[in-house]
């Protein structure tokens, strides 16, 4: 077969990102609820036969990084591939069975050229209820998955084209919001086909091999970058423990150890010695930390290199089976962001010993999930839903940014006004938390403080944070960031600090509740930081002394 | 005939360009001329004296000039703006330092956003608090609006942002503010965000609000020294000047509302292309303008421009209504690279001006978009420019030579792998535009303009399955020939928020203050009542929705009947663009919005003379899909009723276009090139 050149591939590289792109719009065009529309949680990529991911809509990096891992199970364990038919869709948001938590559903189907399966696309969307202990099936208190909403294990939704009423039906019954639900399923349904025509077209412009072709070329031009990087670290091992607070349930700290070994042009992360799986939600199936680890691995090293799985080739991920990293059905893991987050930060805080001027300080590492369920006069229920952020690690080209969504998610803030227009809260601040980031060379981002009053009779607050023991480290002497801690001040006055991770706390008229998120940690010797840079936090706030 | 004169002058970087109607004889002229960035008005005056010696006509018969400045947009991309201050609820001065949290650059590690234009230790809270009913919680308390204000003083600021929590919804706190502000710190300017941006979202209005006040103080002494450079040179005429919806406004509004400006750049090409969709009967264009650096697609459906109510500059929101444009960073001076992984990446850097392409020896040595065309034989060593330049191939060459090794390919290969993939670069970004519009490539035709769209256009129309591209008069100053027959826009909004049915009555008294409002505005313009036109729209959406349709509204008319219409309109824009309707859920409206239009008098220009007979063309050696050819290059201005048919090139002065194979080009009677598929 006569390989085609580095022409042809870049043309139907940019194609294949354009169906990613296509996918992405028709959701964003059709998808109903507000987590969907407003906070962009959703992700779609195209595959090859295999089940590798080779292009995608860039939003989300815990999305992306894991798509092809549950395709790839898919087809090893449930549908091999000469299963699927031409319109056959797959459905799944089972962590059991290569899911993310049980709110993520995944959808995918085949693409053909004639007779032959020449790839897939996938949608991934986070869906704004799937039942279980808690509205927006974030239960805190859960213990086995069977709490934490319907499983839908993999199932083909649609045979030939033709969509499988029953499981929309059985799905529909135990959610809380179904016509949302319906809504962003129908649009997962409709990406898919826009995916299909426009990979067909590709097909149609450039033909079948060449399409195959560039394929491996796209996937085999980003493993050759990745070694690359890979190759130029330092030949020695390094080894960095993280330690997270708790599980919300039981004791902590939970203990997450990494041992990172270069061989050649591949690496090795180990996550030996690391806590078992705990019982409450905040577990990480191999999946879930196989993708963490590849979004720092590729943030660390290869920013620049295209986001494919040729990418993850050269890295071996060793996890312990039953552990905190590698649960085992049926752990809870809907709370998984509070582990997933710093098993990038364990990552990167090994990789800081081998090339340590690449490397930031820690961020907050925490989607600071809240939920605020009110019930109207009506009987109308509400739940006000948000997600915060904190501060950035400070680096050696300058300081963490603050108040910044990083890492692992991406999301933006909702405003003020859009809420308080919405809900029955209002807000009495909205600000940065000085003196919050780690002091060094480069000091870390500031984290932010909102805090709200509820003027419903009553409300029902559940949370799901982290880092109120175990600030975000420094650097090369810089200083950790600080804590993060959730009050609520009562109308008299008085007020109580809770714990990271609840749900089910009362509220009433008038109380308020403040959220405070950690700032990052510094970057090098405080005593090397620049006179200016002091006087200049000092002048704006950033610091008070 | 009249013998009024209507004058656009288009400022660019490195030309002013300027078209000309005169009413004696209803010729339209175009010109261009040097820029002087230092003081813009400085070019514009002597290229209006210059155009008027060269065309004839009487500076005296000068009825109105309309001017499309850089002027805001340059001060802020610069940061060459005064220092300010903001003014919010108390509690909320972190608001601009927050903004919305989203990173951009998924992968990036080393995280240092820019900091914001107004420091954090220049943002003063003040005791007030309104609901998102509109209703009071917390009184203003004035004397912290005095505090604010010694402080202010004392921190030396010349332009104060107001902007308040809800203020969209009752903005008397923000007035009684900012008259407080006024009487404290003369001299000083005063935004409000209630009267820039009357719009939900409190980091979004807030931007806009900095931006205005900001660029108060630019706007207003560049207005002043235009004013008074053109009564020194006794062109004392109306003035206006062009604003990101695509029309123009007073000088006296534009140093009020200078964020209006901001993104006015597209408004001119915009104009034009909406003009053309009329004069060619092609009601959907896609308008490409491709320059040195950038690629910009606009499109018009149904004869209307695409228009949105937010866009961005360096980053910074801005949410006012402006014509809306994709971007992207790929122009003929566009640097193709190899990358280590062994792809062949064009841009995002780009050789600009200077020092260009390598072709240009002017000390460029990476291989560009143009160099890449040069090599192929698609542009005329001798006659770039209008033959002011000559180009050097071998320079070109030189430049691919590192690429061609790295890739294994020869030179010529790499030249049209470079345009292979500069081409899926354009038709990925206008099939993306479409689409996420509801919008297929079927159903338009790509009009091209600016310098370097001219050789991609045709295959880029392949790329998308269209079948005619239209290359218009005078491409290089298209922008300034829209500007010429643009009108005054005002745009007005009250944000509601509520059920749309039932809403009758309170629409009708929006409206009858909007209107009042405008007829203050049109007043100030001295628009005659004849010239007056108001068009109204309702942003509506589903009840719980995030996302807000524009939906048209005939007159002013809310009275039950018009209310039913217009829901039923909604939900069929919503089809269109969401592929879904509920036609049995609640309407709710957000804004009701009002485009307040004074026209501007305009001579009638004549039609165009009889076209010349042809002259034949040369022809000359072109790398055609992979092979050499001898290939016939007309003349524009010689085509007469020929037809070029491809592989051909037509070349005109300040562009050249390349129409492929399958593809035959003519004049059209408008005076557009147009390029033709062959079935």
Same mark, same amino acid.
């Given at each position: 077969?006569?390989?085609?050149?580095?022409?042809?591939?870049?043309?139907?590289?940019?194609?294949?990102?354009? /169906?990613?792109?296509?996918?992405?719009?028709?959701?964003?065009?059709?998808?109903?609820?507000?987590?969907?529309?407003?906070?962009?949680?959703?992700?779609?990529?195209?595959?090859?036969?295999?089940?590798?991911?080779?292009?995608?809509?860039?939003?989300?990096?815990?999305?992306?990084?894991?798509?092809?891992?549950?395709?790839?199970?898919?087809?090893?364990?449930?549908?091999?591939?000469?299963?699927?038919?031409?319109?056959?869709?797959?459905?799944?948001?089972?962590?059991?069975?290569?899911?993310?938590?049980?709110?993520?559903?995944?959808?995918?189907?085949?693409?053909?050229?004639?007779?032959?399966?020449?790839?897939?696309?996938?949608?991934?969307?986070?869906?704004?209820?799937?039942?279980?202990?808690?509205?927006?099936?974030?239960?805190?208190?859960?213990?086995?998955?069977?709490?934490?909403?319907?499983?839908?294990?993999?199932?083909?939704?649609?045979?030939?084209?033709?969509?499988?009423? /029953?499981?929309?039906?059985?799905?529909?019954?135990?959610?809380?919001?179904?016509?949302?639900?319906?809504?962003?399923?129908?649009?997962?349904?409709?990406?898919?086909?826009?995916?299909?025509?426009?990979?067909?077209?590709?097909?149609?412009?450039?033909?079948?091999?060449?399409?195959?072709?560039?394929?491996?070329?796209?996937?085999?031009?980003?493993?050759?970058?990745?070694?690359?990087?890979?190759?130029?670290?330092?030949?020695?091992?390094?080894?960095?423990?993280?330690?997270?607070?708790?599980?919300?349930?039981?004791?902590?700290?939970?203990?997450?150890?990494?041992?990172?070994?270069?061989?050649?042009?591949?690496?090795?992360?180990?996550?030996?010695?690391?806590?078992?799986?705990?019982?409450?939600?905040?577990?990480?199936?191999?999946?879930?930390?196989?993708?963490?680890?590849?979004?720092?691995?590729?943030?660390?090293?290869?920013?620049?290199?295209?986001?494919?799985?040729?990418?993850?080739?050269?890295?071996?991920?060793?996890?312990?089976?039953?552990?905190?990293?590698? $649960?085992?059905?049926?752990?809870?893991?809907?709370?998984?962001?509070?582990?997933?987050?710093?098993?990038?930060?364990?990552?990167?805080?090994?990789? /800081?010993?081998?090339?340590?001027?690449?490397?930031?300080?820690?961020?907050?590492?925490?989607?600071?999930?809240?939920?605020?369920?009110?019930?109207?006069?009506?009987?109308?229920?509400?739940?006000?839903?948000?997600?915060?952020?904190?501060?950035?690690?400070?680096?050696?080209?300058?300081?963490?940014?603050?108040?910044?969504?990083?890492?692992?998610?991406?999301?933006?803030?909702?405003?003020?006004?859009?809420?308080?227009?919405?809900?029955?809260?209002?807000?009495?601040?909205?600000?940065?938390?000085?003196?919050?980031?780690?002091?060094?060379?480069?000091?870390?981002?500031?984290?932010?403080?909102?805090?709200?009053?509820?003027? /419903?009779?009553?409300?029902?607050?559940?949370?799901?944070?982290?880092?109120?023991?175990?600030?975000?480290?420094?650097?090369?002497?810089?200083?950790?960031?600080?804590?993060?801690?959730?009050?609520?001040?009562?109308?008299?006055?008085?007020?109580?600090?809770?714990?990271?991770?609840?749900?089910?706390?009362?509220?009433?008229?008038?109380?308020?509740?403040?959220?405070?998120?950690?700032?990052?940690?510094?970057?090098?010797?405080?005593?090397?930081? $620049?006179?200016?840079?002091?006087?200049?936090?000092?002048?704006?706030?950033?610091?008070?002394? | 005939?009249?013998?009024?004169?209507?004058?656009?002058?288009?400022?660019?970087?490195?030309?002013?360009?300027?078209? *000309?109607?005169?009413?004696?004889?209803?010729?339209?002229?175009?010109?261009?001329?040097?820029?002087?960035?230092?003081?813009?008005?400085?070019?514009?005056?002597?290229?209006?004296?210059?155009?008027?010696?060269?065309?004839?006509?009487?500076?005296?018969?000068?009825?109105?000039?309309?001017?499309?400045?850089?002027?805001?947009?340059?001060?802020?991309?610069?940061?060459?703006?005064?220092?300010?201050?903001?003014?919010?609820?108390?509690?909320?001065?972190?608001?601009?330092?927050?903004?919305?949290?989203?990173?951009?650059?998924?992968?990036?590690?080393?995280?240092?956003?820019?900091?914001?234009?107004?420091?954090?230790?220049?943002?003063?809270?003040?005791?007030?608090?309104?609901?998102?009913?509109?209703?009071?919680?917390?009184?203003?308390?004035?004397?912290?609006?005095?505090?604010?204000?010694?402080?202010?003083?004392?921190?030396?600021?010349?332009?104060?942002?107001?902007?308040?929590?809800?203020?969209?919804?009752?903005?008397?706190?923000?007035?009684?503010?900012?008259?407080?502000?006024?009487?404290?710190?003369?001299?000083?300017?005063?935004?409000?965000?209630?009267?820039?941006?009357?719009?939900?979202?409190?980091?979004?209005?807030?931007?806009?609000?900095?931006?205005?006040?900001?660029?108060?103080?630019?706007?207003? *002494?560049?207005?002043?020294?235009?004013?008074?450079?053109?009564?020194?040179?006794?062109?004392?005429?109306?003035?206006?000047?062009?604003?990101?919806?695509?029309?123009?406004?007073?000088?006296?509004?534009?140093?009020?509302?200078?964020?209006?400006?901001?993104?006015?750049?597209?408004?001119?090409?915009?104009?034009?292309?909406?003009?053309?969709?009329?004069?060619?009967?092609?009601?959907?264009?896609?308008?490409?303008?491709?320059?040195?650096?950038?690629?910009?697609?606009?499109?018009?459906?149904?004869?209307?421009?695409?228009?949105?109510?937010?866009?961005?500059?360096?980053?910074?929101?801005?949410?006012?209504?402006?014509?809306?444009?994709?971007?992207?960073?790929?122009?003929?001076?566009?640097?193709?690279?190899?990358?280590?992984?062994?792809?062949?990446?064009?841009?995002?850097?780009?050789?600009?001006?200077?020092?260009?392409?390598?072709?240009?020896?002017?000390?460029?040595?990476?291989?560009?978009?143009?160099?890449?065309?040069?090599?192929?034989?698609?542009?005329?060593?001798?006659?770039?420019?209008?033959?002011?330049?000559?180009?050097?191939?071998?320079?070109?060459?030189?430049?691919?030579?590192?690429?061609?090794?790295?890739?294994?390919?020869?030179?010529?290969?790499?030249?049209?792998?470079?345009?292979?993939?500069?081409?899926?670069?354009?038709?990925?970004?206008?099939?993306?535009?479409?689409?996420?519009?509801?919008?297929?490539?079927?159903?338009?035709?790509?009009?091209?303009?600016?310098?370097?769209?001219?050789?991609?256009?045709?295959?880029?129309?392949?790329?998308?399955?269209?079948?005619?591209?239209?290359?218009?008069?005078?491409?290089?100053?298209?922008?300034?020939?829209?500007?010429?027959?643009?009108?005054?826009?005002?745009?007005?909004?009250?944000?509601?928020?509520?059920?749309?049915?039932?809403?009758?009555?309170?629409?009708?008294?929006?409206?009858?203050?909007?209107?009042?409002?405008?007829?203050?505005?049109?007043?100030?313009?001295?628009?005659?009542?004849?010239?007056?036109?108001?068009?109204?729209?309702?942003?509506?959406?589903?009840?719980?929705?995030?996302?807000?349709?524009?939906?048209?509204?005939?007159?002013?008319?809310?009275?039950?009947?018009?209310?039913?219409?217009?829901?039923?309109?909604?939900?069929?824009?919503?089809?269109?663009?969401?592929?879904?309707?509920?036609?049995?859920?609640?309407?709710?409206?957000?804004?009701?919005?009002?485009?307040?239009?004074?026209?501007?008098?305009?001579?009638?220009?004549?039609?165009?003379?009889?076209?010349?007979?042809?002259?034949?063309?040369?022809?000359?050696? *072109?790398?055609?899909?992979?092979?050499?050819?001898?290939?016939?290059?007309?003349?524009?201005?010689?085509?007469?009723?020929?037809?070029?048919?491809?592989?051909?090139?037509?070349?005109?002065?300040?562009?050249?276009?390349?129409?492929?194979?399958?593809?035959?080009?003519?004049?059209?009677?408008?005076?557009?090139?147009?390029?033709?598929?062959?079935?």
């Amino acid at each position: 077969m006569e390989t085609i050149g580095p022409v042809r591939v870049e043309v139907i590289r940019n194609a294949l990102v354009a /169906a990613a792109e296509e996918m992405s719009l028709t959701i964003w065009r059709t998808s109903r609820s507000t987590v969907v529309r407003e906070i962009l949680d959703y992700s779609t990529a195209v595959f090859d036969s295999r089940g590798q991911n080779i292009a995608q809509s860039a939003r989300i990096p815990v999305h992306l990084n894991s798509m092809s891992a549950c395709l790839e199970t898919l087809l090893s364990a449930h549908f091999p591939l000469d299963g699927w038919q031409d319109g056959d869709i797959v459905i799944t948001n089972d962590p059991y069975s290569g899911g993310q938590h049980l709110p993520d559903i995944m959808t995918f189907r085949p693409v053909f050229a004639g007779e032959t399966r020449i790839g897939f696309v996938g949608t991934l969307c986070h869906h704004v209820d799937v039942g279980g202990g808690a509205a927006g099936s974030y239960y805190a208190g859960a213990r086995e998955i069977f709490q934490e909403g319907i499983r839908i294990p993999p199932l083909k939704l649609a045979e030939r084209g033709v969509v499988n009423e /029953a499981i929309l039906k059985m799905v529909l019954a135990n959610v809380r919001q179904p016509d949302e639900t319906s809504g962003d399923l129908q649009a997962q349904i409709a990406a898919l086909g826009i995916g299909v025509g426009a990979v067909q077209r590709i097909i149609h412009r450039y033909g079948t091999p060449d399409l195959m072709q560039a394929m491996q070329a796209i996937l085999e031009g980003s493993e050759r970058m990745m070694r690359a990087a890979i190759a130029s670290l330092p030949d020695r091992t390094a080894h960095f423990v993280e330690l997270v607070d708790d599980d919300g349930q039981t004791e902590g700290p939970i203990r997450l150890s990494v041992r990172i070994e270069r061989q050649g042009d591949g690496i090795v992360i180990d996550f030996d010695g690391s806590s078992p799986q705990v019982q409450g939600p905040v577990n990480n199936t191999r999946a879930m930390t196989c993708s963490a680890v590849y979004y720092a691995v590729l943030a660390a090293l290869g920013a620049e290199i295209p986001a494919n799985s040729g990418c993850y080739r050269p890295i071996t991920v060793r996890v312990p089976p039953g552990s905190v990293v590698d $649960a085992q059905f049926p752990a809870p893991v809907t709370g998984r962001m509070v582990v997933n987050h710093r098993i990038a930060t364990a990552v990167f805080g090994a990789l /800081a010993q081998l090339i340590p001027a690449r490397i930031p300080a820690a961020y907050y590492a925490i989607s600071y999930v809240y939920a605020l369920a009110t019930v109207e006069a009506t009987g109308r229920r509400r739940v006000y839903f948000d997600i915060e952020v904190g501060g950035w690690g400070g680096h050696a080209g300058g300081d963490g940014a603050s108040a910044l969504s990083c890492g692992l998610h991406n999301n933006t803030n909702a405003p003020i006004e859009m809420v308080e227009a919405r809900y029955p809260v209002t807000f009495t601040h909205y600000g940065l938390i000085p003196d919050s980031g780690g002091d060094g060379q480069h000091r870390g981002g500031l984290g932010l403080s909102r805090a709200f009053r509820l003027d /419903a009779d009553n409300g029902s607050l559940s949370t799901n944070f982290e880092r109120f023991r175990h600030p975000p480290y420094g650097l090369a002497g810089g200083k950790p960031g600080s804590l993060s801690r959730t009050t609520i001040t009562r109308a008299d006055g008085t007020s109580i600090s809770l714990a990271s991770k609840v749900s089910g706390i009362a509220m009433q008229r008038g109380d308020v509740l403040t959220i405070e998120t950690s700032g990052g940690g510094g970057w090098g010797d405080p005593a090397e930081r $620049a006179e200016e840079a002091r006087s200049r936090d000092l002048a704006e706030g950033y610091v008070t002394r | 005939m009249t013998t009024s004169v209507r004058i656009a002058v288009d400022i660019g970087g490195t030309f002013t360009d300027i078209e *000309v109607l005169d009413g004696a004889t209803g010729l339209v002229h175009q010109f261009k001329t040097p820029s002087t960035p230092r003081d813009p008005s400085v070019g514009l005056i002597e290229g209006i004296r210059q155009a008027s010696r060269k065309f004839g006509f009487d500076t005296a018969h000068i009825e109105q000039i309309l001017h499309g400045t850089t002027i805001a947009t340059n001060a802020v991309l610069e940061r060459k703006l005064p220092d300010g201050a903001v003014l919010t609820t108390a509690g909320f001065e972190d608001v601009l330092a927050i903004g919305r949290h989203g990173r951009r650059d998924v992968y990036a590690i080393t995280l240092s956003p820019p900091p914001p234009l107004i420091p954090r230790r220049h943002a003063f809270g003040v005791v007030e608090r309104v609901r998102a009913d509109g209703s009071v919680e917390t009184a203003l308390d004035e004397a912290s609006v005095r505090a604010a204000a010694a402080r202010i003083r004392e921190a030396g600021a010349s332009a104060v942002a107001v902007c308040f929590l809800h203020a969209y919804a009752n903005p008397a706190h923000e007035r009684r503010a900012g008259a407080i502000l006024a009487e404290e710190l003369p001299g000083v300017a005063i935004s409000l965000s209630s009267d820039i941006s009357l719009e939900i979202r409190e980091y979004e209005r807030l931007s806009t609000t900095v931006l205005n006040a900001l660029l108060m103080p630019v706007v207003s *002494v560049y207005a002043a020294s235009l004013e008074s450079r053109l009564r020194e040179a006794d062109l004392t005429r109306q003035i206006y000047l062009v604003q990101s919806n695509g029309g123009v406004s007073g000088l006296a509004k534009a140093a009020r509302e200078p964020a209006r400006l901001l993104l006015s750049g597209p408004s001119g090409g915009a104009a034009a292309a909406r003009r053309l969709a009329a004069a060619l009967d092609e009601p959907n264009l896609i308008a490409v303008d491709m320059g040195g650096t950038s690629f910009d697609i606009s499109v018009v459906h149904q004869g209307a421009v695409a228009t949105v109510n937010e866009g961005e500059i360096d980053g910074l929101p801005v949410r006012l209504p402006m014509v809306e444009m994709r971007t992207i960073g790929a122009g003929g001076g566009s640097i193709a690279w190899v990358d280590n992984g062994g792809r062949l990446r064009i841009g995002p850097h780009s050789a600009g001006a200077l020092p260009g392409p390598a072709c240009y020896g002017r000390g460029g040595l990476e291989l560009t978009v143009t160099d890449a065309n040069l090599i192929l034989g698609r542009l005329d060593a001798k006659a770039f420019m209008g033959g002011a330049m000559t180009l050097d191939r071998d320079k070109a060459v030189a430049a691919a030579a590192p690429l061609a090794r790295a890739l294994g390919l020869s030179v010529e290969e790499v030249a049209a792998g470079v345009i292979a993939v500069i081409n899926s670069n354009l038709s990925t970004a206008i099939r993306l535009s479409l689409f996420e519009k509801g919008l297929d490539p079927d159903d338009f035709a790509l009009l091209s303009f600016g310098g370097a769209g001219g050789v991609h256009a045709c295959e880029v129309a392949d790329d998308l399955g269209v079948n005619r591209v239209i290359f218009p008069e005078h491409a290089s100053t298209l922008s300034a020939w829209g500007i010429l027959w643009s009108d005054i826009t005002h745009d007005l909004t009250t944000t509601d928020i509520g059920p749309l049915e039932g809403a009758g009555e309170k629409l009708a008294r929006h409206a009858a203050r909007m209107t009042a409002e405008a007829e203050r505005l049109f007043a100030e313009d001295g628009t005659p009542e004849a010239a007056r036109e108001l068009r109204f729209s309702l942003d509506l959406r589903y009840a719980g929705q995030a996302f807000d349709l524009p939906v048209p509204v005939d007159g002013a008319d809310f009275s039950p009947s018009a209310l039913a219409e217009i829901a039923r309109r909604f939900h069929a824009v919503h089809r269109q663009r969401f592929s879904y309707d509920e036609p049995h859920t609640a309407v709710e409206m957000v804004a009701l919005r009002l485009a307040a239009i004074g026209r501007l008098p305009k001579p009638v220009p004549s039609p165009g003379t009889s076209r010349p007979a042809g002259t034949a063309p040369m022809m000359r050696p *072109v790398h055609v899909d992979g092979r050499v050819q001898d290939v016939a290059v007309f003349d524009r201005g010689g085509l007469g009723d020929q037809v070029a048919r491809g592989p051909a090139i037509v070349s005109e002065t300040y562009t050249s276009s390349y129409i492929p194979p399958g593809w035959n080009a003519a004049i059209a009677s408008s005076g557009a090139l147009i390029a033709r598929r062959l079935a």
